[in-house]
Each structure stands twice: as C-alpha cells, then as structure tokens.
C-alpha cells in the first residue's frame, strides 16, 4: 500500500489472482523469490528499530509486486475493452501511475534537498590538513565516502569506518593503502581494540578527528561537527576552543535543514539530527568549562534542529535549574519527560530546592539496589550525551 497506494494494492490482487490462473509457472516462481525474501527479513536478526529502514532489503519483492502489478493492468485493460468503448480502458488504466505520482510526488522531488551532499562536505572541510577521520553509521559513512571518492574532496584526508574495522579485508585494504598509519599487526588485535589500536599508533602523528565521541582513554574535544582526538589529560585554552568552533559553524553550508517543505527520509533527518548532536556536545563542553551563557546558546541552537532532542531539552533544563532559573528549567525538563518517561526523574519530594525536577536519589540501606541505581543513571547520561557524569556514576 505504502509502495503502490491502495488502489495499485487491489490492481496488485488482481495481478497476483490473474498470474495463478494463466501462468502458474511464473506464478510459483515470484512466489518463492517473495517468501524467500521474508525468510531472509525474519533471520534477519535485527530489533523492531531496524525494521522501517530495512526497506531497501525487500527490493527482490518490489520487483516481483512491480510485475503483478503490470500483469494486474494487464488483465483489467482485457477485460474492460471486450465491455468498454476502446479509448475508456486507456482513460482508466491512467488513473493508477496518476495516484501513485501525485502521492509519492513530494518525498521523491529531490530538487531542493541538499542536506546529503551539504553534510558530506562540511564534515570534510573541518579536519586539518593531513589529518585522519573515523566515521560510524549507514547515513554519516556513505555521504563522506562518496563525495571523497566520486567528488575528489580532501583526497588528504584518510576516512576509515569504525564498523568496518572488525572486517580483516577492510583492515588488508588499509594494510595496503596506507601502510604508513595502518598497525602490522592490526590482523592479530581483538576486534573491540582495532579502534583505539590505530589512533595509539598514529596519534603522536597527524591530527585525528571523528564524528563520534572516543571514550575512555582519549579527549574528545569539540570540533565543529566532529571531535578532535587528543591524548588523555590534553589541555586546549577554552577561548581557542570556542574560536574554533565558531569559525567551522560560520562556514557550514546548511542548506535546506530547517525547511519542513523538503522531505526529509529516516537517514536525512539522522543528519539533520548530527547537527543538533553536535551543538549539544559544544553546549556540554561549555557548560563544564563553566560559560553558561555560552551553553544555553549551543543549547538552544541544538533545539532549532530537532526541538524534540531529549538530550538537549534535559541538559538544557538542568543548566537553568542549576542557575537559578526553575521557571524556564521546569518547562523543559517536563518536556523532557514527556518524550522519554522512563528516565530516572521523580518529582515533589526528594527533589533540589532550586527545581521540582531531580534525578532520582538511590534508596539507602540496601547495597544492591544502590548499585543498580548508579549503574542505571550512569547508562542514562551516556544516552543524552554527558558523560563526564556516566562515568561518574559506573565508578560509584
């Protein structure tokens, strides 16, 4: 229905009903390729997240359908014209690619819709120099490496997955195309260690930047849309960072983000939603550096992107109840709530006095359900992106 509307969906019967007639054959033969392809989707081995944007593995059945289709045409154009003045079947038949056009015209008019190429570009435009970049992600990996290899941009830069680092051919590739920053040994390194086991062996190097947050024993400094990678303990002057940071967004191409007349698919709103990911993380740079004002801002430019980010609106809120400014923290916080009920808030009693909203305190007394407490709070700031205070929280 979603592909060929409800009416092509009764063409699509008729064709299927008109096939086991006349041609069983071809029938049985579309028929398997069909439950094959669901076999497939069912070991598949995914969650339920996965399955609105596993769409792309049910092409052998689109193909099939595609033809039921036509053949459904077909049989009803037979039909009609044995019954009907010649020209009215035709006037008929023109109905269905009319309804499927003028659905589907608004999701596949690409015209104005930049945001794939726009991110892929600004991402590379951010690094240094020489420098190498990880990248994780369907949506964030593929614009990257397209327009690096089709487009020729920054050929200085090396792009490596981070998934595909527990791939030994993609690791060969590396091994022969950049010997240079490529471990010899990387073959024989658990996969979970490959990551951290090139950045040590380069990071004394050239400059090393991702667009996703290294934990543990790296800084993970903010970098316009991406991170820096420096060594633990490495110190940056605030105000260089700041300076940095304003210089990258200042040339950002953001074409179309905030338009909500371009249709924006699941992995285009992913981008859209980096955007606001990344103010987030700058805003949780300066808000730990102490620069409220500065934070609130990054803050609220992270709400222009996606204004339902529970990440952005949860911080955000704290920032203002931590600054004695319950009225407007309450207001998102409650929000904040709202969109994701199962984080570990309470209300009323046991809450700060500054804000009726607090995390919820761990029950004394009973050691175990104070450890599962912290470990609970610690998996929920790592979810919104504070992770100062998930580690926090894990080493209680």
């Known amino acids: 229905i979603l592909e060929f509307t409800s009416l092509g969906f009764i063409v699509l019967l008729y064709g299927i009903f008109g096939s086991w007639e006349k041609h069983k054959k071809l029938f049985m033969a579309f028929f398997l390729v069909v439950i094959g392809n669901i076999a497939l989707m069912i070991n598949y081995g995914g969650t339920e997240q996965d399955i609105p944007i596993l769409f792309r593995y049910l092409f052998p059945s689109y193909i099939v359908m595609s033809v039921w289709v036509g053949l459904g045409l077909h049989y009803l154009y037979t039909y009609l014209t044995t019954r009907l003045h010649p020209l009215l079947p035709s006037l008929i038949l023109i109905i269905l690619p009319t309804a499927c056009l003028v659905t589907h015209y608004h999701e596949n008019n690409r015209n104005?819709?930049?945001?794939v190429l726009d991110y892929a570009n600004n991402v590379l435009q951010t690094p240094l120099p020489d420098s190498m970049l990880f990248t994780v992600g369907d949506a964030v990996s593929g614009p990257i490496q397209y327009a690096q290899t089709a487009n020729g941009t920054?050929?200085?830069l090396v792009v490596l997955d981070r998934e595909l680092l527990t791939r030994d051919w993609y690791c060969l590739h590396l091994l022969k195309h950049f010997p240079n920053l490529t471990p010899e040994n990387?073959?024989?390194?658990?996969?979970?260690?490959?990551?951290?086991?090139?950045?040590?062996?380069?990071?004394?190097?050239?400059?090393?930047?991702?667009?996703?947050?290294?934990?543990?024993?790296?800084?993970?400094?903010?970098?316009?849309?991406?991170?820096?990678?420096l060594p633990k303990g490495t110190a940056l002057e605030f105000e260089k960072v700041k300076q940095i940071n304003e210089a990258q967004w200042e040339q950002y191409v953001q074409r179309g983000l905030l338009d909500a007349g371009i249709y924006k698919d699941y992995m285009v709103k992913e981008l859209v939603e980096a955007y606001g990911k990344s103010k987030n993380n700058l805003a949780l740079y300066y808000s730990s550096n102490d620069h409220v004002e500065d934070a609130i801002k990054e803050y609220r430019l992270a709400l222009q992107y996606n204004p339902e980010n529970f990440a952005s609106l949860f911080n955000l809120g704290q920032?203002?109840?931590?600054?004695?400014?319950?009225?407007e923290g309450n207001v998102l916080l409650k929000k904040a709530m709202e969109i994701n009920p199962d984080f570990l808030f309470q209300t009323g009693a046991g809450a700060s006095q500054k804000s009726d909203f607090a995390l919820m305190p761990a029950k004394p007394g009973?050691?175990?359900?104070?450890?599962?407490?912290?470990?609970?709070?610690?998996?929920?700031?790592?979810?919104?992106?504070?992770h100062q205070k998930a580690i926090e929280e894990f080493k209680k």
């Open 112 to 115: 104005k819709n930049s945001i």
């Open 154 to 156: 920054r050929d200085d």
């Open 186 to 229: 990387i073959l024989t390194i658990p996969l979970e260690k490959r990551l951290s086991h090139i950045i040590d062996a380069n990071l004394s190097k050239i400059p090393i930047f991702a667009t996703f947050a290294i934990l543990e024993e790296y800084e993970n400094i903010p970098y316009g849309l991406v991170y820096q990678i």
């Open 319 to 327: 920032l203002y109840n931590q600054n004695n400014q319950p009225q």
């Open 366 to 386: 009973n050691e175990q359900d104070t450890d599962h407490y912290h470990l609970q709070t610690g998996i929920q700031y790592g979810t919104i992106g504070n």
